[in-house]
């Protein structure tokens, strides 16, 4: 499998503005996803980032509220805009390798004030 | 609806003991199903899959049984060990569906001296 590391590690953000989160893997894949995991939830994903095509957004996602780039193989970014304290959560990339399995990347806390 | 459940939020062993970690889901659709452990401030790291085509897969100290008709699997770990406290995660897809997962809510275990 290959590494993948995320920046910010963490972040604290007013109300209204918006964060971009970094997602690099230390190898080239095909797909690669993002997820949200709200204070005590489960992990949901948030869309999947395919490189050379628009990413695909789950049901309650939109990309005015995501937008996500994917500008090459190795990397992607999720941006998070006009942030409400209820996107307060931890935000996960991941990608995947043989039957399915997903290797996610340390993740990054953001809490909106 | 939650398509993936976890029902034991949490789980305490002893040291040693067995720790079984249970997992329903309603999609019969699903036909290929992780466990992923995760520890606070990182990402979820994958521990074991199985195949629909499969009742039993065992890797080291992990089995994970699945029974279809009753659509149900669970995860075993023998012996605990007080490093495997963290929170246990099922997740399921379907082949084919560009390796979407569905998680549980989680089960946070705690092996105890």
């Known amino acids: 499998s290959a590494v993948i590391s995320q920046k910010p590690s963490r972040d604290i953000c007013q109300r209204g503005t918006s964060l971009t989160i970094q997602c690099q893997v230390d190898s080239q894949v095909t797909m690669m996803f993002w997820y949200r995991q709200q204070p005590g939830q489960s992990l949901t994903l948030i869309a999947t980032?395919?490189?050379?095509?628009?990413?695909t957004y789950e049901s309650g996602f939109v990309i005015d509220k995501f937008p996500i780039s994917r500008p090459n193989l190795t990397f992607s970014t999720l941006t998070v805009s006009n942030m409400s304290p209820e996107d307060s959560s931890i935000y996960l990339c991941?990608?995947?390798w043989g039957l399915g399995e997903q290797f996610f990347g340390p993740g990054t806390r953001l809490t909106v004030l | 609806d939650q398509q993936v459940k976890q029902n034991s939020p949490s789980l305490s062993v002893q040291e040693g003991r067995i720790s079984i970690l249970n997992c329903d889901y309603t999609?019969?659709?699903?036909?290929?199903f992780l466990w992923y452990k995760k520890y606070p401030a990182e990402g979820p790291t994958f521990l074991i899959s199985i195949s629909s085509i499969k009742d039993k897969n065992e890797d080291g100290r992990f089995t994970v049984f699945l029974n279809k008709s009753a659509k149900h699997l669970s995860l075993h770990i023998v012996p605990s060990q007080p490093g495997d406290s963290a929170v246990y995660f099922c997740?399921?897809?379907?082949?084919?569906?560009?390796?979407?997962?569905?998680f549980g809510t989680g089960t946070r275990l705690q092996v105890t001296l």
């Open positions: 991941s990608s995947t």
């Open positions: 999609n019969s659709m699903f036909d290929y």
């Open positions: 997740a399921a897809t379907i082949s084919g569906t560009a390796s979407k997962l569905t």
């Open positions: 980032a395919n490189q050379g095509s628009e990413a």
